[in-house]
Every structure is written in structure tokens, then in C-alpha cells.
């Protein structure tokens, strides 16, 4: 699939965007700001677009976990959508299913939503991270405008694999609009707030820029913006002879997510206290790469998936907008 082809054009008008919540039942932030526009529909309505609002993983929200059987993030390949044979499998299957339907289809040329903003939190000090495609302009928009708006926002891309197994995957264009720190099952009032108003701030932007296109705009202008770009490397926890976990995220880098990590700085810390320090060679990070960054430090979800951290990049997005 030629994913630039069908994404959502700088120049296009946007006719309708869908906010989710509740991808993972126990990211409680998103779930109620989420509910919160399904209660406030005028909240989120504007004249030039419609938006929809709903809840995915129902399952899950009621048992306030983050999946009911496995990861629903990790079932929008669009491999797994079109085999038949995985489509009941599991409940986190059947909901990916019904959430294409309603947002794209992922394989359709013509998807239903030309932008989705999937609503997430992690344990993470991430700030406001807002993960999307490399090749996506318009999230790469959005996320410039947002970051004007506040100074924790981020752009960051997801890796450059022919897929992406993420909800926000499935419509043109979109993003995963992850906050943190938020504990599991908790809300967190200053992050709550500042998701609420950059949500609406962003679908503030879609309207004017609908207005631009509809008044036939056409001077265009080319922005750049600093990004941080996944490396598709994950560091796995310091682990004793049989497997288990031995080790932890070094103090040093605990809380640090977006921070440069350099060769001897402190890494992990075993139970009994020594320190592990970091060396781009010993933890594979190609030759020629710059500096590297962490995120996703100390993740909760994460430690079933062998993931104490993730490292990114961080290089420059150049895109094109209309003037207005």
C-alpha cells in the first residue's frame, strides 16, 4: 500500500475526524476526555467538518485494564484486518475489525476519516508526545501548531516500516496523542486539561485551514520542524541468568525521556545497586546515527514486552502549507 498516496493533502479539504479513546481500557486520561466530548458533542462540532467521537476497547475500559486478551494497538496491520482467519480470535481482533469499518478501511483508497486522534497516556514522563508516520504533512501541520501552543508538545515519528499496526493508521492521516505521566487507572488533572485544549485547539486549526481551502487559497509556504524520529531500537531490562528482571532504569535517566543519551551515562541499576552505563556500540545503535534520545523510560506496559526504554532520533521535517 502507497500510503502517501491516500493520505490527507495540505491543499484538501478535511471532512471528517474521529477522536478515540479507550485503545487501552486503563489509560484513563483519554478515556474521559474522550467521554467527555461524547457527552459535549457541540464541544468538538464545527461548521466545515464532522467529528466523531467513541470509545474502542469497551472491554477493557470496564475491566479498567489495558487489554482484554491482547494489545488492540498492535491488531490494525493491514495484513491482520484482510486474513480472515485472525478476525475472531481474539476480542482486541474483533474491535480492530469494527474500528476499521467505521474509520477507514485501512486497504481502501477512499478511507471514511481523513484524520484520527487516538487518545492515549503512558506511565512515561513523555509530555505530550503526538506519534504519526514520517510521510504524513498534515499531522506533521498539526503537530507544529500544537507545539506553538505549548512548549511540552512534541513531534515524533513512528519507524519507517511498510506498516503500522496503530489505530491511528487506519485513516488517511493521524496521530497517536500520547500524555505522560499518567498512572494506570488515574486521572491526571493538569495533563487532562492541557489534552482538553490542545484537542480542541487542533480542530480549531482543521477549520481554519477548511476556510482556506474553501476560499481558494493557494500561496503556499514550506515549514520546518524538529522531530524525533523512532530508531525501531528497544533496551530491555538488566535480566539474571533464569530471565527475571535484575535490574531497573538508572535514577539518572528515570524521568528523563527527550534527553540526550551520550556514551558513560547511567543506564540501569541492579537490585543490589551497580550501575550499567550506556555505550551506543553496545546497544547496537548503528554508526553514523547523532545523538540519541530515550522515551517510553520505565513504561508499565511495556514490561511484558521486554522494553525498559526506545530510542529515538532527532533530525527535521519539511513540509508544505497553505498561506492564511
Known amino acids: 500500500m502507497d500510503w502517501k498516496r491516500r493520505r490527507t493533502l495540505p491543499s484538501a479539504q ?36 464532522e467529528t466523531e467521537v ?21 491488531c490494525y496491520l493491514l495484513a491482520d484486518l484482510t486474513d480472515s482467519s485472525k ?10 475489525l469494527e474500528v476499521d ?52 508538545v512534541r513531534i515524533c515519528q513512528w519507524n519507517t516500516l511498510p506498516d503500522w499496526s496503530l489505530c491511528a493508521s487506519v ?35 482543521v477549520e481554519a485551514h477548511n476556510k482556506r481551502v474553501v476560499s481558494g487559497a493557494a500561496a503556499r509556504e514550506s515549514v520546518t520542524v524538529p522531530v524525533y524520529r523512532s530508531l525501531g531500537i528497544s533496551l530491555d531490562f538488566p535480566r539474571a541468568a533464569d530471565g527475571e528482571i535484575d535490574g531497573m532504569p538508572h535514577p539518572d535517566l528515570q524521568g ?8 558513560g551515562d547511567n543506564i540501569f541499576m ?3 545497586g551497580e550501575a550499567t552505563k ?27 514486552k521486554k522494553i525498559a526504554c526506545m530510542l529515538f532520533d532527532r533530525g527535521e521535517k519539511t513540509f508544505s502549507r497553505l498561506k492564511g
Open 14 to 49: 478535511v471532512k471528517r475526524v474521529a477522536i478515540v479513546g479507550g485503545t487501552h481500557g486503563n489509560e484513563t486520561n483519554g478515556v474521559y476526555l474522550a467521554k467527555l466530548f461524547m457527552r459535549n458533542p457541540d464541544v468538538v462540532k464545527r461548521p466545515s467538518f
Open 101 to 152: 469499518q467505521r474509520l477507514g478501511p485501512k486497504g481502501a483508497a477512499e478511507p471514511r476519516c481523513d484524520l484520527v486522534i487516538d487518545l492515549h497516556n503512558t506511565t512515561s514522563a513523555s509530555g505530550i508526545a503526538l506519534m504519526m508516520a514520517p510521510d504524513d504533512d498534515f499531522g506533521h501541520e498539526l503537530g507544529h501548531h500544537l507545539a506553538s501552543l505549548d512548549d511540552s
Open 171 to 205: 485513516g488517511r492521516s493521524g496521530m497517536t496523542f500520547e500524555v505522560g505521566p499518567c498512572p494506570w487507572g488515574c486521572l491526571v488533572p493538569d495533563l487532562f486539561d492541557r489534552s482538553r485544549r490542545l484537542v480542541l485547539a487542533l480542530l480549531d486549526y
Open 256 to 263: 528523563r525521556d527527550f534527553s540526550e543519551l551520550r556514551d
Open 87 to 96: 478476525a475472531s480470535t481474539t476480542v482486541e481482533r474483533k474491535v480492530a
Open 54 to 74: 467513541f470509545l474502542s476497547n469497551v472491554g477493557a475500559i470496564e475491566r479498567n485494564t489495558r487489554y482484554v486478551e491482547e494489545d488492540l494497538n498492535r
Open 270 to 272: 541492579s537490585f543490589a
Open 278 to 304: 550506556f555505550y551506543r556500540k553496545g546497544f547496537k545503535v548503528p554508526e553514523g546515527t547523532g545523538p540519541v534520545y530515550p522515551v517510553f523510560i520505565n513504561e508499565a506496559a511495556y514490561y511484558e
